[in-house]
């Protein structure tokens, strides 16, 4: 089998250590999105036997877990933006939206990707690395 390498450069805009995160970030969400474009709303909703999580439940908490690790932990912020896809808004982190288009995850991947890059634009590359103190 042949050894595939990547090459991971930093994301334009970001200075140190989280230039090359975001790109290895934004390389893991290609390549997710790339497995499940062909997928029916049918495909995103199948749960295995003996029950588990769709396809679609895990893309949203893929989504979700990015913006609570923004959001939360980077940040320090309490509660989603206004603008949050609906789609994200369901109550629970594993919440089942049932039948959806493809679209509509795309779209909710996207747009946390799209506040983490935001938002840790805002950073300097010196804070980025701060140590946090949470509130239990």
Known sequence: MAEIRRLIEPAPGFDGEVAIWISALDDARRQTKEIVATLTPEQLMWKPPGGGNTIGQLLRHIALV???????????????????????????????????????????????????????????????????????
Do not use: H, N, S
């Not at 991947?109 to 140590?131: G, H, N, Q, V, Y």
């Open 66 to 136: 990015e913006l609570d690790w923004i959001i939360t932990d980077v940040c320090q912020e309490k509660d989603l933006p206004a603008d949050t896809p609906e789609l994200l808004k369901l109550d629970g982190p594993m919440a089942d939206p049932g039948p959806q288009p493809l679209f509509e995850f795309i779209e909710a991947l996207d747009w946390a990707r799209a506040l983490t890059k935001d938002r840790l634009k805002r950073f300097p590359k010196d804070e980025i690395t701060a140590t946090r103190t949470y509130q239990g």
